[in-house]
């Protein structure tokens, strides 16, 4: 059976009334994380109020050894 490890990644939706992110910046970050054997699982985004975007959370995952 095979068996994974987990990685949660929070990114600051910067900006007054929140929602927005840096496209470069996050990509880079995924991009990093993908060279390290994470996979992206899933992405959502975590209210502020309102409806204001606060953080993206991505949630990866990688086979362990």
Known sequence: ME???Y???FTDAKGVFGGRVDQSTFQNELN???L???ELVSTVA???SYGRT???ISILK???Q
């Open 3 to 5: 068996k994974f490890e």
């Open 7 to 9: 990685k949660t990644l």
């Open 32 to 34: 990093e994380l993908g």
């Open 36 to 38: 390290q054997g994470w």
């Open 46 to 48: 975590a209210a502020q």
């Open 54 to 56: 606060r953080w993206i």
């Open 62 to 64: 990688r086979k362990l």
